[in-house]
């Protein structure tokens, strides 16, 4: 007999923990392992209990739950992240999907969504809404164009990791966002960009992407 799949919540919102928690113990191939408000309450019984997926609504679109969470939890494999309740946001979306989360619903999933979607997501599929699934393919494409080149490098001496930083700089992210996404401290970003804008002969963040769009770099 196949085991259930194994289900921790995190959310704010005790009643909608409370509610979600009732719904899923009546099915037979989920159960509910644990629930928390906060991702870094969750640790403890999350290292105890070992979800299979972890049902997330985040305080913040900037993640830091869900960052603090991957940095201190010492799990491999690590649960699957599944968050919801999420706004229709492409740059939220793209950020989380960037953090490894493979499902994404928004605010009005019921919990007949949200089942299916555990269920999804436990049989290794990613989920989320058609329209963010296109930006997706989108955001893809484009970065298939914006891998960092030779090109850029002999044009303007820009290192790899200085060229990583172009398409989050094009997106209006930050330092201290970039600097969430690389794991790196916000004064390490600012020091890839004040060498890429003295490298480049560029005044601002925004010219330095400019130049390299001219340069060849598709953003």
């Not at 194994?6 to 719904?23: G, P």
């Not at 099915?27 to 999350?46: F, H, N, S």
């Not at 820009?158 to 060229?163: F, I, N, V």
């Not at 969430?180 to 330095?208: C, F, I, P, Y």
Request: aromatic share 4%; with cysteine.
């Amino acid at each position: 007999m196949q085991s259930s799949i194994r289900v921790f919540i995190v959310s704010e919102n005790r009643l909608l923990r409370e509610a979600l928690s009732r719904i899923f113990d009546k099915q037979e191939d989920v159960k509910i392992v644990g629930a928390a408000r906060l991702c870094t309450e969750a640790l403890p019984e999350m290292s105890r209990t070992r979800p299979d997926v972890l049902l997330l609504n985040p305080l913040t679109p900037t993640f830091t739950d869900l960052d603090g969470l991957q940095k201190t939890s010492e799990r491999s494999p690590k649960p699957k992240v599944m968050l919801f309740g999420m706004d229709e946001d492409e740059k939220v979306f793209l950020a989380a999907v960037r953090r490894g989360v493979v499902g994404y619903l928004l605010k009005d999933a019921d919990a007949s969504d949200i089942l299916a979607a555990v269920r999804s997501v436990a049989r290794g599929e990613a989920v989320s809404p058609p329209r963010l699934c296109l930006c997706l393919f989108t955001y893809v494409a484009k970065q298939a164009t914006a891998i960092p080149t030779l090109r850029l490098h002999i044009h303007l001496g820009l290192t790899r990791r200085e060229q990583e930083l172009i398409p989050m700089i094009a997106e209006g992210l930050t330092n201290k966002e970039i600097a969430g996404q690389l794991n790196v401290s916000e004064q390490t970003v600012k020091n890839h960009v004040h060498r890429m804008m003295r490298k480049a002969g560029a005044d601002s963040r925004l010219d330095v992407v400019k130049q390299c769009c001219s340069s060849g770099l598709a953003i």
